[in-house]
């Protein structure tokens, strides 16, 4: 009995510190989208008229299971289902206390992501190769390579890092693409008046996504606040 009890009570205190899934989806593609998973009478999460090199906010959502992700153009009738090159039809699980993402790519075609995240305070980031050259070096500072709070390096089209953790406080954002590293020449994000790097206030317990993103022969970054609404 005592055994039975404890079994009962530590699935209980599972039960409740368990944290919802949280979704986000990224539109690569050069024209709006319409995305869903799940059924249209029950989803996990949809969006609808998503514009192009843009994000929605993370979702979240206490429906786990495997599910079937439909897109569309936004100004289509038709939906399309997510499946292989043989029209095998793929699904995406979803699981309590994971981070997903559905990506739209530059060429039309979907990925599913699963993002871990550490447990630390903080604002947390993820970071994203959008665009269709291999990018070097993606980082959160205060200067280029100095007092750097969040990074990654060697970053292919779309790559995706989990959530990072870091220190609360005002940073840029900067950028390297593997013909800049001879010369550690970069790009920033400029501010308003485009007379240096824009400074932006990261507060704990908010949510960022770093993209970058082509158009044409051109790559560009951006931030996207992704924290959950409530």
Same mark, same amino acid.
């Given at each position: 009995m005592k055994r039975f009890l404890l079994v009962f009570v530590l699935f209980v205190v599972v039960g409740i510190f368990a944290k919802p899934a949280k979704v986000f989806i990224v539109n690569l593609f050069n024209e709006s989208v319409d995305v869903r998973l799940g059924?249209?009478?029950?989803?996990?999460?949809?969006?609808?008229?998503?514009?192009?090199?843009?994000?929605?906010?993370?979702?979240?959502?206490?429906?786990?299971?495997?599910?079937?992700?439909?897109?569309?153009l936004?100004?289509?009738?038709?939906?399309?289902?997510?499946?292989?090159?043989?029209?095998?039809?793929l699904y995406c699980s979803v699981k309590k206390d994971k981070n997903y993402c559905i990506l739209i790519g530059n060429d039309g075609g979907i990925n599913y992501y699963s993002l871990s995240e550490d447990n630390e305070k903080g604002p947390k980031i993820a970071f994203l190769n959008g665009s269709d050259k291999r990018v070097k070096r993606m980082e959160i500072s205060k200067k280029w390579k100095d007092n750097v709070q969040a990074y990654c390096v060697d970053f292919?089209?779309?790559?995706?890092?989990?959530?990072?953790?870091?220190?609360?406080?005002?940073? @840029?954002?900067?950028? *390297?693409?593997?013909?800049?590293?001879?010369?550690?020449?970069?790009?920033y994000y400029p501010n308003e008046e485009r007379t240096g790097p824009e400074v932006f206030k990261f507060v704990d317990g908010e949510y960022d996504l770093f993209?970058?993103? @082509?158009?044409?022969?051109?790559?560009?970054?951006?931030?996207?606040?992704?924290?959950? *609404?409530?």
């Open positions: 059924e249209s009478d029950n989803p996990v999460v949809h969006k609808y008229n998503l514009k192009p090199y843009s994000s929605t906010k993370l979702a979240r959502t206490e429906k786990y299971g495997d599910y079937i992700l439909y897109f569309k936004s100004d289509s009738l038709n939906w399309y289902r997510w499946a292989d090159e043989d029209g095998n039809v292919d089209p779309n790559d995706l890092s989990n959530l990072v953790s870091f220190k609360k406080g005002n940073y @840029s954002m900067f950028w *390297q693409f593997p013909s800049q590293v001879k010369e550690d020449d970069y790009y993209l970058i993103y @082509s158009i044409g022969d051109s790559e560009y970054g951006i931030l996207y606040e992704i924290t959950p *609404q409530d």
